[in-house]
């Protein structure tokens, strides 16, 4: 009888859990931006292109050989930004309102509330 308590404990147990984490999923939103970068050098198919919220990595790619990538992460509200570590942005292209180059020209700018974007072309310095 203590064995089937305890089993039935851990049953009960485990399903509180896994509710309780679908509900905490459920108010994740997530940041979804592709497009696709032209470039002149090959390297840079090595280098990973990240979503990056208040200095975190939300998301992380390597791009196709096309140029194309796909990026998707958990995005709450605010500015996040796509981000090319080693490669400075020339221009872009997008239907989306308020994106913009940053200072530093090593990512773009998306503002707060975009969480789908499309870069039809990202040019490279």
Do not use: W
Not at 26 to 38: C, D, L, M, N, T
Not at 85 to 113: H, M, Q, R, V, W
């Amino acid at each position: 009888m203590k064995f089937s308590f305890k089993i039935l404990s851990a049953i009960v147990l485990l399903s509180v859990l896994i509710l309780q984490c679908k509900e905490d999923d459920a108010q994740i939103f997530r940041a979804y931006v592709e497009g696709k970068i032209s470039y002149s050098d090959a390297k840079f198919l090595e280098d990973p292109i990240h979503l990056v919220k208040e200095k975190k990595i939300i998301a992380e790619t390597l791009p196709k050989e096309s140029g194309s990538f796909v990026l998707a992460g958990p995005y709450d509200k605010g500015t996040y930004r796509l981000e090319l570590k080693n490669y400075k942005i020339k221009s872009f292209s997008t239907d989306t309102k308020g994106c913009k180059i940053s200072a530093d020209s090593l990512s773009i700018e998306i503002p707060s509330g975009e969480t789908y974007v499309i870069f039809n072309d990202i040019v490279l310095k």
